[in-house]
Structure formats: C-alpha cells, structure tokens
C-alpha cells in the first residue's frame, strides 16, 4: 500500500507569492492533518480535515488555509509569503477522525524555501 | 494547556550502550501518548504509542511506558546501533486539544561505533 504522499517534494517561492502544497492519505483514511516544522523544532499543528470538514486549526494567520476533496486528499494554501514561512509542511493521515488510538502516518514532506 | 518536555539534545552514546530519552507532559485528561522518530531528511514516523495508563509501547526493539503517577512516557532501549541514530519526538494527542498533536521539542541522537 502506498503511503501518504505529498507533493512537491520541494519548492522555491519569492516573498508575496501563493503556493499550493497537495497530500494524498493512506487508502480508507479520512482524516488528514497539516503541520510546519521549522528547522530544529517540533511540528506545528496547522490544520486538521476529517470528512471533508475542518475539524481543528492552529495557532496560524489567515493567509494559511486548506481543504479536503471527496477523495479525502487535501490542499494547504499559504498566500503573501513571508520568508519565516520556510519550512518543512507535513501532511498526516488518520484511520480515523481522531487519531487517539493509531496515531497518524505522515508524508516525508514538502520543504518549502522562500526567497 | 497540554505540553510536552523532552531532555535536551544531542545525546551521544556509543554502540550496543543503553538509551534513555527522558519524557514528560502536562495534559487534562487521559491522552494518548506517542514516540515519533525522524530521521535525516524524512518525513516522521510512529515508533510505538500507548494510549492508557501503565500500557508499554515497544518497536525495533524500543519501548516507552505510559506512567500517569509521574506523566511520564520516557523512551528506552537497551542496546542502540548506529543505525538508531535520528531525531525523537515525544507526542501527545487529547481528547480536548483541537484535535492536534502537541509535541515536545525533539531530541537528536547520535550513535558512534
């Protein structure tokens, strides 16, 4: 079975551009999460989808946004980029909408630079 | 709000030593708690979890017990390879938390033969 996957894999941006970062869940998983992982740190919870609707969001600006399609895939938009928006994007996907019980499977990532 | 605490890295041992990477949280409720690993230039994966008081969560020869006297989840292994060497991230997951994993800071780890 493949995994989840994102793409791209790695992207160059200039400060005030908009970029689209794609994930595709584990077959049967609905629930797919978003996290930004600045070099050296811990991830950082940006969204969670679970059947197409949002079901938490993190402590993030309004220029992120996201959303997931009827195949649960699921697209993270960032507009007006700023350069501390560089970073690694993880995409996790859940059995179910929660992830108590099996945690989450996540991407390799998308590493966002931007210039 | 619920937060994580791991020990500072790096940690530095040599070979077939044995490991202990310390973990604490601070939650309301009774969180699932999980053992991440990543590794250079990868994306994260799940080394084992637990997910009530007293359970063990083992894999690849690591295990973590769920203390809830202590709020305690510290990771061990008894004899690392060089192979093991990755960054550890300590992860909680509440019921109460937006549905979010909150993680502690990592701790990098370093075998030499």
């Known amino acids: 079975d493949a995994g989840v996957t994102q793409s791209p894999t790695h992207l160059i941006k200039t400060r005030g551009q908009h970029v689209t970062l794609r994930c595709s869940p584990i077959s049967g998983h609905k629930s797919v999460s978003w996290y930004q992982q600045v070099l050296g740190q811990g991830p950082q919870f940006i969204f969670q989808?679970?059947?197409?609707?949002?079901?938490g969001r993190g402590n993030f600006p309004d220029r992120f946004s996201a959303r997931q399609f009827p195949n649960y895939s699921s697209e993270l938009n960032v507009n007006a980029l700023l350069l501390g928006d560089s970073a690694l994007y993880l995409c996790?996907?859940?059995?179910?909408?929660?992830?108590?019980?099996?945690?989450?499977?996540f991407g390799s990532g998308t590493r966002l630079t931007v210039v | 709000g619920d937060s994580v605490t791991q020990m500072e890295g790096p940690v530095t041992l040599s070979e077939e030593a044995f490991l202990t990477i310390n973990c604490t949280y601070t939650?309301?409720?009774?969180?699932?708690l999980f053992w991440y690993v990543q590794y250079p230039g990868e994306g994260l994966q799940l080394l084992l979890k637990a997910t009530k008081a007293d359970d063990k969560g083992s894999n690849k020869g690591f295990e973590a017990t769920y203390r809830k006297e202590t709020t305690s989840f510290h990771l061990e292994k008894g004899s690392v390879q060089v192979s093991d060497s990755a960054v550890y991230f300590c992860?909680?997951?509440?019921?109460?938390?937006?549905?979010?994993?909150?993680w502690g800071a990592g701790t990098k780890l370093i075998i030499k033969p």
């Open positions: 989808y679970y059947e197409k609707e949002e079901r």
């Open positions: 992860a909680l997951f509440n019921m109460d938390s937006n549905y979010q994993l909150i």
């Open positions: 996790a996907s859940s059995r179910e909408g929660q992830g108590l019980n099996y945690g989450y499977t």
């Open positions: 939650a309301t409720g009774y969180p699932s």
